[in-house]
């Protein structure tokens, strides 16, 4: 029987320290604190530093600076994704053992050749929601032998899902329910309620790469199950991820938690913030002498657009 414990509702922050957090950020970071204290839950901080040519501690060391002028609180040890890699890594290797993840050989070069030759001839290659070219499939079919044989003389190789096969065998796991999830937020088309995840808009996800021995979305499902999460509340921009991420846990049998998507919030003229804008970064607005009450009540007020 569940121990009430387990039914404790685990909420987090879980930023990457590629650059400064934004007000984007601090959005994310208040609400979840909020929603934890509200549920009488947990708050937990995660760093996603899995990059580990774009991460760097400095950025690391601003994200704690800036969250604790907010004036959150997270629990300790922090969990930091670089120090888990051998956990990823036995997750790929399972997905391998059941041939549903292949080793790829292709360099960006060489996928946009074959996305400009395909439209060059009329077609119209398959764009993953973010808009991104998905990835040929014909590794797929490499033999097993050749494959590990180029690995072992060192060529540069990224791990992959094999989209169809991970379909199947989920369905197999899933035994007639269908690959869903419980939405109290809302995806960029409105979507909310149940929604019926669509993994296979994304191709063949990437798994572990050269320069990062995890994926985003591997490394990311695991941590949540690892730390027991049961609200992931993060921006609309990770809605879509969410399709990759059920269909994960169905196949390594993870525990399905909660999802609420926030609305992004906007610069002036509906702009997209990012890390490398500076004049929306926590700090910047720190150094202006603004304190994180004015930060939250601008939320309130709902003066950025938010959802
Ligand atoms: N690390 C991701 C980012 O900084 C967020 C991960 C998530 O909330 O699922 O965009």
């Known amino acids: 029987m569940d121990s009430p414990l387990s039914k404790q509702a685990v909420f987090r922050f879980a930023p990457s320290p590629n650059g400064l957090l934004h007000l984007g ?14 549920a009488d839950g947990r708050f937990l901080l995660r760093i996603e530093d899995i990059d580990t040519v ?86 797929r079919r490499l033999d097993p032998a050749l494959a590990l044989n180029w690995i072992a003389e060192g060529r540069q190789h990224a791990w992959r899902l094999d989209m169809d096969a991970a379909i199947e065998a989920a369905k197999v796991k ?29 191709g063949d996800v990437i798994l572990s790469r050269p320069d990062s021995p995890s994926s985003y979305h591997l490394s990311v499902t695991l941590d949540d199950a690892a730390q027991a999460v049961t609200h992931i509340v993060r921006g609309q921009d990770l809605f879509h991820a969410t399709s990759v991420h059920r269909l994960l846990q169905v196949l390594l049998d993870l525990p399905q938690p909660l ?49």
Not at 25 to 38: D, E
Not at 174 to 202: F, H, I, N, Y
Not at 270 to 290: C, E, F, P, Q, V
């Open 25 to 38: 950020h601090a959005y994310s970071a208040i609400l979840n604190h909020n929603l934890a204290m509200a």
């Open 54 to 139: 774009r991460c760097r501690p400095e950025f690391e060391g601003a994200i704690y600076r800036d969250l604790h002028w907010l004036g959150l609180e997270w629990e300790r040890p922090v969990r930091r994704q670089s120090e888990h890699f051998p956990f990823y890594q036995r997750a790929l290797d399972e997905l391998i053992e059941r041939a549903l993840a292949y080793p790829t050989f292709l360099s960006r070069g060489e996928v946009r050749e074959r996305v400009a030759t395909f439209e060059a001839s009329g077609g119209i290659w398959p764009r993953d929601p973010d808009g991104a070219p998905c990835y040929p499939t014909e590794e």
């Open 174 to 202: 899933l035994d007639g329910r269908s690959l869903e999830w419980s939405e109290a937020g809302m995806g960029p088309d409105g979507e909310t309620g149940l929604v019926s995840a669509q993994p296979e808009r994304w």
């Open 259 to 307: 999802y609420r998507h926030h609305g992004l919030v906007r610069g002036a003229e509906g702009r997209k913030l990012s890390k490398s804008n500076m004049d929306t970064g926590i700090a910047a607005y720190r150094d202006k002498g603004l304190l994180p009450a004015d930060l939250r009540a601008l939320f309130a007020r709902d003066c950025l657009v938010l959802d």
